[in-house]
């Protein structure tokens, strides 16, 4: 079975960090760009970043409302994708989700163009 899996959500205070990882089970990461996705209660999924298949230089895209803040980056050969989050703010409180798709293009914000999820996991930033 194809999945996806995320961890490192919890509770944590403002201007802290947490790294969220995201594993895949039963298929090769490798063969895909990975995003990172977040929803909050009552609002849109919102795409958070994107890392191409490589991960290359240049092949990174980050949100304008996380930029400076998110990083993302993969590591093809534990098959595992990670999204460094620091300087969390109330507003970054979340499910945050990784997502699989097959291409590095300007559609990535588009949830309906990823293949595989995974369940999310929960992020609270909060005193």
């Known amino acids: 079975q194809w999945q996806l899996v995320e961890s490192g959500g919890g509770l944590v205070q403002p201007g802290g960090s947490l790294k969220l990882s995201c594993a895949a089970a039963?298929?090769?990461?490798?063969?895909?760009?990975i995003g990172w996705f977040r929803q909050a209660p009552g609002k849109e999924r919102e795409g958070v970043s994107l890392i191409s298949s490589t991960g290359g230089e240049g092949k990174v895209v980050i949100a304008d409302s996380v930029r400076g803040r998110f990083t993302t980056s993969r590591d093809n050969v534990k098959n595992m994708a990670y999204l460094q989050m620091n300087n969390l703010k109330p507003e970054d409180t979340a499910v945050y989700y990784c997502a699989a798709r097959r291409d590095f293009s300007p559609s990535w914000t588009n949830p309906d163009t990823y293949i595989y999820w995974g369940q999310g996991t929960q992020v609270t930033v909060s005193s």
């Open positions: 039963g298929f090769t990461l490798s063969s895909y760009a």
